[in-house]
């Protein structure tokens, strides 16, 4: 059981929680992730990336978008509620060292767990170039924390609203194309964000992280449903990854994986989720 | 066999009750192999393809009575023998004989803590009832005395009666023993060390206790609450349960001894760790393991459509590959599901099928079909990357391998296609290499499996081990008697310090 401490919007539909969890905070590290529910008898079992932490008041903080069922009954949680289950910290950690220049990549919600990563890049003495974006202004989240630890940013969003016109993967060529080309790339957004940030740098041989998240069960390695294929071979992702090498992801298939109950359960699930959101008063 | 109601199962057996209690004391061994074999009253078939509900209802008090009164009461006991943790099995059949329930289950409980799980999912014919005399008299060990079926009718005497009691607990040593691992190993360490006094502590990595019992093996064949009854005694006994707390991540297993204070632990993380087949077409959409498939009908419930929020994949033809209880409880969870057909795909014969032989029945009478001597070689997709199909290679059995078993050897040419939407992979676990990976010093074989001494001792000093993770996927019983020895060095190290 973990207390809400703080909550707060970010956008129309994203969230950032302050979570009582004295023993993840303690023993997390940049890169890994908590898989929570909401309701611990028929709830659905989702990851979620640990955004940061802090070990003097025991607290971890997510950052999550309402995409489906219990992300929403996620958002409806209030400071001083209970999330009943709340399991971590999982996966493998980051791999942190002092690369050189290193260029981080966030689309949309994936701007939050870039964010620990990045500082733990930075405090190990990289050269940080990040760059952000979003559909729309509106979604932008944690651009002046980024703005604090980067050595350059570059923000942009898809319709040009905010930043530069453009999609993440224009930056990214350009960084390197420079003289001095990165040494290390990592992406985190959505499945199709990462795919084609991994074909970008591709050419130019620039080693490449993404950070996938799966549909899980456990998130201890016990079902197998959180698989991938990196390099031809299964891997999963809860206990192997979350990072992989992307260039050797195999996306597509990642991407049918990620959808395997949508055709069956979007309908009902939406019909509920609509139900749901009538009842409760609607997305505020 | 045409289907028979318990109410008329259970008429028949009051006939022969009334004939032969009147004698139960000179029953002679001539008369005793007259009486027929007690059936074991089960749901009809064609309902519970529908439904969760247990399928094997368990005997009534005069088809149990009348069912021990087959024992022969052998002198040498051979069944005892067969039993992995040597209950004295004629002495408890004799009990119920004489409708000395209380007994009965005094006597099973001396050496088996968990009778009611154990009575419903106990590989018997492979165990006690193997060597039984009757059934080498039938010449058939399907004919040997239903030991299994009579340890659960007393364990569910007890229950239903409410005369479950709670064990004694010594006072407290001020001790500490953490358990890492809710499974059967888990909870049998738990009640054993708890009764020496010392204080308790199950940390689970999931939100409900069990492992196995809970996550795998299905409703239709071990009710939950038969589970929350072992663990309801547990807390009764006062024993602390951390849940959602995975050992080597939320905590390292050292740091329970360095810093959290226990003086020792018990690690019974058991054989979580899918095996798949490693060929073609394995992670299309529609491709599933059996831990993923069972653990999201079980633990999340999603059998109970619009109860539950995690999903499961609607299919009209599955495949299950295997041919353990892992496979029949894969397949036989699918036809409850809703599909329209299921093939078991099994490289090997009916003979050589590991899975408890009334599970097969069951599946049978379910109408699950068992395709014997065939097995994968690649899985197709469509363009969205589903599964549509699975090509599939005959095989014939050539010469014993390691095992014992003959070898299955693939006919050259042989495939063919078969026409499936979900593919369930159910060929078997490894060890999850979790507290391995995490704990380097704490030594493990080449599967992954922690190697113990002959009291379960690992190569770090207090720290025990036992069950799957020891053994590799074994069984209940198996789990729960290394669970016993590991308890007792563990009472034994602590009564030794000051
Ligand atoms: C579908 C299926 C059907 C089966 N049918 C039968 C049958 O009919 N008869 C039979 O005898 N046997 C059967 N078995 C096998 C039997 O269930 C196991 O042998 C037995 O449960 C092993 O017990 P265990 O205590 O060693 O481990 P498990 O039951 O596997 O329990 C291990 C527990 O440890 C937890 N855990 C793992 N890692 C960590 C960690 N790092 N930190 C905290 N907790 C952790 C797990 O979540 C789990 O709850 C079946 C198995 C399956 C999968
Ligand atoms: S071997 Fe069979 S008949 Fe003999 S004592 Fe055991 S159960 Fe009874
Ligand atoms: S979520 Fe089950 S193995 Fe990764």
Redesign the interface.
Known sequence: MAKVLFKKQLSKDVFLMRLEAP??AE?RKAGQFIIL?T???????IPLTIADADKKDGSITIIFQVVG??TFDLSLFNEGDNI???????GKPTHIEKFGTVVGVGGGIGVAPLHPIAQALKEAGNHLILIIGARTKELLILEDEMKEIADELIVCTDDGSYGRKALVTEPLKEVCERNFKPDLAIAIGPPIMMKFCAETTRPYGVQTLVSLNTIM??G??????C???VDGK?KFVC?DGPEFDGHKV?F??MM??L???KD??TI??KCRLEEEIKRKGGLK | MSFRTKEELSKEAKVLLDKFLPIKDNLKPKDRITIPLQEMPSQDPVVRRGNLDEVALGYTEEQARVEAMRCLQCKNKPCVAGCPVAIDIPLFIQHIVDGDYQSAVNVIKKTNLLPSICGRVCPQEVQCQLPCTLGKVFKDVDKSVSIGRLERFVADWERNTGKVSIPEVKPGTGKKVAIVGSGPAGLVVAADVRREGHEVTIFEAFHKLGGVTRYGIPEFRLPNYVIDQEIDTLKKMGVKIEKNYVIGRTRQLLDLINKDGFSAIFVGTGAGLPMFMGIEGESLVGVFSANEYLTRANLMRAFERGVADTPIYKSKKVAVLGGGNVAMDSARMAVRLGAEKVYVVYRRTEVEMPARKEEVAHAKEEGIEFHFLQNAKRIFGDEKGKVNAMECLRYELGEPDDSGRRRPVVIPNSEFIMEVDTVIVAIGNNSNPLISQTTPELKVNKWGNIIVDENQKTSIDRIYAGGDIVLGAATVILAMGEGRKAAASINELLKNEK
């Open positions: 023993l993840i023993e529910q309701n611990e008898d028929v709830g659905e079992r069922k219990t009943p289950t709340l399991v971590g910290p999982l069960v456990d201890t390695g016990m079902c197998g449903g698989r991938v294929n299964a206990v195999d597509d298939n049918a994986r959808n395997s109950y069956m359960e009902a699930h």
